[in-house]
């Protein structure tokens, strides 16, 4: 039973730093095209709403992951390294995204 724990722990780590990592992606999408034109804008609306979206969802994976490390550590298992190491990870990417100013972050260029 410890082993398919495990493997769910190490998934959801791996999950939670793809969806951070896709988020901090859309981001940099948001940021390089800007507010141009219409067409520009238009893209850069949808890759904002796609980034807060997938951040979002890490965060939800993130906290379940959390809640599952600790529960290893309060049932005096150990947890599996990567598992952990993974999910420290991903909590920095999001953390580091959430720094991305929901709003005002473009209004001094044009």
């Known amino acids: ?3 398919g724990e495990s493997s769910s722990g190490t998934a959801g780590a791996v999950a939670t ?13 948001v940021d390089l095209v800007g507010f141009r034109t219409d067409g520009a804008e238009a893209l850069s609306i949808t890759a904002w709403l796609l980034g807060w979206a997938l951040l979002a969802w890490a965060l939800l994976v993130g ?7 600790v529960h290893g550590f309060a049932s005096r298992r ?10 420290l990870a991903g ?8 720094t991305h100013l929901p709003f ?7």
């Not at 730093?17 to 999408?29: M, N, P, T, W």
């Not at 906290?63 to 490390?69: F, L, R, S």
């Not at 150990?78 to 999910?87: D, I």
């Not at 005002?104 to 044009?110: E, F, K, V």
């Open 17 to 29: 730093l793809a969806l951070a990592g896709s988020a901090a992606l859309a981001f940099g999408v």
């Open 63 to 69: 906290c379940c992951c959390a809640v599952q490390v």
């Open 1 to 3: 039973m410890q082993a």
């Open 104 to 110: 005002g972050s473009g209004s001094g260029s044009g």
């Open 91 to 98: 909590t920095l990417v999001v953390v580091l995204v959430c």
């Open 78 to 87: 150990r947890p599996v390294r990567p598992g952990v190491l993974l999910l």
